[in-house]
């Protein structure tokens, strides 16, 4: 066969789930010429399966000191704010605020060593203990006899947020869906991606590749032949019940550990219904176990936590087992910062995690810096529209499991 054109531009991000939209957002306002290759659907992996909270860090903090985790990511929700309000430097205008806050409970196990740090002043302004005439619906109840504190942290609906990444670039962002496609290298030792399209073959030959393919970063090594910077899955089984209760509910419960023993965010699905979704030490707890086994200790987790709140009968309930995919920690710990780093094979590939939908901000100024340091300027060219459809938006885990 002969050898395709090849195409020059100065950036090729692999993967449209939010650090990738992020990043082409981010990266055609520093002046690049960029697109965006998506196997599946945009938010398709971990994003559109994350809870949507941006937070502060203070979750974190719970046992009891401020640790470098929940410094770094403190400036975040207020980065956020500002792009969300459209003063920022993206404007996610579009994105919808699910809750201003996020809040923490504690139940009767909760230990007083921890509601003493809450208490203290080294959190003031970040964690405030909410007045009862403050509280929301659900914590108004007479049966709810525990502390509320209210976090900095907001939640967002993550699709959309993907839809708002992605609106701007309806040009640049392509499926790569059913098509076949292969690593090759320039005579320079740069790599470039031939892809067979319905239109023929073309050869992408950006300055650089950005694989944010979150879990498909790791075959994405494997097929470069890079052995760094390895990944590590860290596993979840989350739990969603879809009901009629009317109140929403965004917080952490504390119990007697200094992770949260209950995470839930509520999320709108139509015709008068709401999802919590529930996360924390459940969904760890929750790896490996038969979904049914699963659901029946998230039942009893609610109606101990929170007695008075009755679902229904009508609930209907579901699991989603799902890996955290990162940059290889020691002792599988849980990375601080968001990760960009070139692949340790020859060629220009850098491979980006964010770690946390959060940390997108945090990623995307160490990639602008990986490039920089490689002298990969914004060359002032078009970017290349590529005879290929746009991906789908992906469909939320209970829209997938309820088929709706
Ligand atoms: C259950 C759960 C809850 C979470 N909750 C929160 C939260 O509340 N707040 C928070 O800050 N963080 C949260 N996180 C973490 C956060 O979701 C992730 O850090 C973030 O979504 C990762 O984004 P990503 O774009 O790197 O990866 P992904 O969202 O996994 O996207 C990767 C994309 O790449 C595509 N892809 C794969 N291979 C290829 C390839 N070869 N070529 C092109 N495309 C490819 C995939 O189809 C996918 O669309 C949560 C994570 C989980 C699992």
């Given at each position: 066969m002969s050898t395709p054109a090849s195409l020059r531009f100065d950036i090729a991000i692999l993967g449209g789930g939010v650090a990738g939209l992020w990043l082409l957002n981010d990266l055609r306002r520093r002046g690049y010429s960029v697109l965006l290759l998506e196997t599946h659907a945009l938010g398709g992996g971990q994003s559109i399966a994350s809870q949507g909270m941006i937070h502060g860090g203070i979750k974190y903090s719970l046992a009891g000191a401020l640790s470098g985790a929940s410094e770094a990511?403190?400036?975040?929700?207020?980065?956020?704010?500002?792009?969300?309000?459209?003063?920022?430097?993206?404007?996610?205008?579009?994105?919808?605020?699910?809750?201003?806050?996020?809040?923490?409970?504690?139940?009767?196990?909760?230990?007083?060593?921890?509601?003493?740090?809450l208490a203290s002043r080294a959190l003031r302004g970040r964690v405030d203990a909410?007045?009862?005439?403050?509280?929301?619906?659900?914590?108004?109840?007479?049966?709810?006899?525990?502390?509320?504190?209210?976090?900095?942290?907001?939640?967002l609906d993550v699709p959309s947020l993907i839809a708002a990444l992605a609106a701007p670039w309806p040009d640049a962002i392509f499926s790569l869906a059913d098509v076949p496609q292969r690593w090759a290298r320039a005579a320079t030792g740069a790599l470039q991606l031939e892809l067979d399209t319905p239109d023929g073959r073309l050869c992408l030959a950006p300055a650089a590749f950005v694989c944010a393919a979150g879990a498909g970063n790791e075959t994405l090594l494997a097929e470069l032949g890079a052995?760094?910077?390895?990944?590590?899955?860290?596993?979840?089984?989350?739990?969603?019940?879809?009901?009629?209760?009317?109140?929403?509910?965004?917080?952490?419960?504390?119990?007697?550990e200094t992770t949260p023993r209950l995470t839930v965010s509520s999320h709108p699905a139509g015709a008068g219904e709401q999802v919590w979704y529930l996360g924390g030490t459940l969904a760890e707890e929750g790896v490996g176990m038969a979904p049914a086994a699963l659901i029946e200790r998230a039942r009893r987790e609610l109606a101990e936590l929170l007695p008075w709140v009755a679902l229904g009968a009508d609930a209907r309930w579901g699991t989603l087992a799902i890996d955290r995919a990162e940059p290889r920690q020691h002792g599988l710990l849980r990375p601080d910062q968001a990760f960009a780093d070139w692949a340790d094979c020859p060629g220009n590939a850098l491979i980006a995690w964010p770690t946390k939908l959060t940390l997108c901000p945090n990623l995307a100024a160490q990639v602008a810096a990986r490039l920089a340091a490689r002298g990969i300027a914004p060359r002032g060219g078009a970017t290349p529209a590529l005879p290929l459809p746009p991906p789908p938006l992906a469909a939320t885990p209970w829209q997938e499991a309820f088929d709706d």
């Amino acid at each position: 066969m002969s050898t395709p054109a090849s195409l020059r531009f100065d950036i090729a991000i692999l993967g449209g789930g939010v650090a990738g939209l992020w990043l082409l957002n981010d990266l055609r306002r520093r002046g690049y010429s960029v697109l965006l290759l998506e196997t599946h659907a945009l938010g398709g992996g971990q994003s559109i399966a994350s809870q949507g909270m941006i937070h502060g860090g203070i979750k974190y903090s719970l046992a009891g000191a401020l640790s470098g985790a929940s410094e770094a990511i403190a400036a975040m929700p207020d980065y956020w704010r500002r792009c969300l309000s459209g003063a920022g430097d993206l404007d996610l205008r579009q994105a919808r605020v699910l809750s201003e806050h996020f809040y923490l409970w504690s139940s009767n196990a909760a230990g007083s060593r921890v509601t003493t740090f809450l208490a203290s002043r080294a959190l003031r302004g970040r964690v405030d203990a909410v007045p009862a005439a403050e509280r929301p619906p659900l914590f108004r109840e007479p049966a709810f006899q525990g502390s509320l504190y209210r976090l900095v942290d907001l939640v967002l609906d993550v699709p959309s947020l993907i839809a708002a990444l992605a609106a701007p670039w309806p040009d640049a962002i392509f499926s790569l869906a059913d098509v076949p496609q292969r690593w090759a290298r320039a005579a320079t030792g740069a790599l470039q991606l031939e892809l067979d399209t319905p239109d023929g073959r073309l050869c992408l030959a950006p300055a650089a590749f950005v694989c944010a393919a979150g879990a498909g970063n790791e075959t994405l090594l494997a097929e470069l032949g890079a052995s760094a910077p390895a990944m590590q899955r860290r596993p979840l089984q989350q739990i969603f019940v879809r009901h009629r209760y009317p109140h929403a509910l965004h917080g952490h419960c504390l119990g007697r550990e200094t992770t949260p023993r209950l995470t839930v965010s509520s999320h709108p699905a139509g015709a008068g219904e709401q999802v919590w979704y529930l996360g924390g030490t459940l969904a760890e707890e929750g790896v490996g176990m038969a979904p049914a086994a699963l659901i029946e200790r998230a039942r009893r987790e609610l109606a101990e936590l929170l007695p008075w709140v009755a679902l229904g009968a009508d609930a209907r309930w579901g699991t989603l087992a799902i890996d955290r995919a990162e940059p290889r920690q020691h002792g599988l710990l849980r990375p601080d910062q968001a990760f960009a780093d070139w692949a340790d094979c020859p060629g220009n590939a850098l491979i980006a995690w964010p770690t946390k939908l959060t940390l997108c901000p945090n990623l995307a100024a160490q990639v602008a810096a990986r490039l920089a340091a490689r002298g990969i300027a914004p060359r002032g060219g078009a970017t290349p529209a590529l005879p290929l459809p746009p991906p789908p938006l992906a469909a939320t885990p209970w829209q997938e499991a309820f088929d709706d």
